[in-house]
C-alpha cells in the first residue's frame, strides 16, 4: 500500500497501463516534457521513452482525432487535454467518430481511447478551465463517461477505462486533485465501470454526487451532526450509470437529494430522476431536489463561490426534501 493523492493516483494508474502493456501510449499538450499542467504524467516520458508519452501541437481536434486512428489500428491512446472546456473542440470527433465506430462496423472496429481531462471549479481558474460539461458527453452513444470522488477509485477506474474496449471520457475532479489523501494499493486493480459506490448507508434519505461533489457532501454530513440518516451514494460512472443502487436505496429511504456542479437545466440529475420517477415514484414521501450551479457561463474567479454549489446550499437541499 501506498498513500497517494488523486492526481498521483492518475500516475501511477498510467504508468501500471503502460508497463503492463506496450500498446498503451500517452499523448497531449505537455505531457511529456513538462509532466502534464498538473504533473500528472510527471517522469513518464523520461521512464517510457518519447515514442510512447507524446508531446502534441495544441490541437485538441487533433489530439482525439489522432488517438482515433491510433485506436481503430491496435493502439490504446491516453489522450490528456487540460482542461474540460477545452475538450469541446474535439466534440464532433467523438459524437461522429468514437462513439460510433463499433456500429458503423458492425463490431469489426471497436476505439480503446480514454481521453483524461480535469474538470469542476474551485480554483480559480480562467474561462473555459473550470466547466463540467458530464452531462453532454452522456448523451453520445457508445461513450463511456467516468468521474472518480477519492485515489483509490482514480487508479482502479482508470486502469478499467485504458482496458475497455470502448471510448472513455476520464473527468478529474481538478478541485480535490491534492485535498485528499488515501491508502490505495502499488499492484494492479480495478474499479468496474457501471457501478455506483454507497459510501454511507442510511435510512432517511439518499444524497447522491460525483466528483468533487462527493467531498462537499460529505462534509454537509458531517455538519448536520447525525440530525438525520443519510445514505451516500458516489455514482463514480455517469455513462453506464449505476440505476439499480439508486432505485434500491430511493425505495429504501424515500426520500432523494442529488448534487452536482454542472448547471441546472438538462444536467445529469435530471435523467436519475427521471429514472427514480419510472423505478420508485410511490417510495417517494417528498419530490426529488436538485442542488446545482445555476444556468450560467462559469463565472470569473471573484463569483466562483456564489456559483458553485456548496455545504450549506446542501443543507438547505436536504432539509427542503426532509420536511416536505
Known sequence: MVVATIVQAVTMGLRQELARDNNVVVLGEDVGINGGVFRATD???????????IDTPLAELGIVGVSIGMAVNGLKPVAEIQFSGFLY???????SHAGRIRMRSRGRYTCPIVVRTPYGGGIKALELHCESGEA???HIPGLKMVIPSNPYDTKGLLAAAIQDPDP???YEPMRIYRAIKQDIPEKEYFVPIGKANVVQEGDDLTLIAWGAMVKTCQDAIEKLNNKYSIELIDLR????YDAETIINSVRKTGRCVIAHEAIRTSGFAAELIAAINEKA????EAPVARVTSPDVPFPMAKLESYFLPDVNRILKGIEKVMIF
Open 43 to 53: 517522469g513518464l516520458q523520461k521512464e517510457f521513452g518519447p515514442e510512447r508519452v
Open 89 to 95: 473542440a474535439a466534440f464532433d470527433q467523438l459524437l
Open 136 to 138: 453532454l458527453f452522456s
Open 168 to 170: 472513455v471520457i476520464f
Open 237 to 240: 460512472t455517469i455513462n453506464p
Open 281 to 284: 415514484l410511490l417510495s417517494l
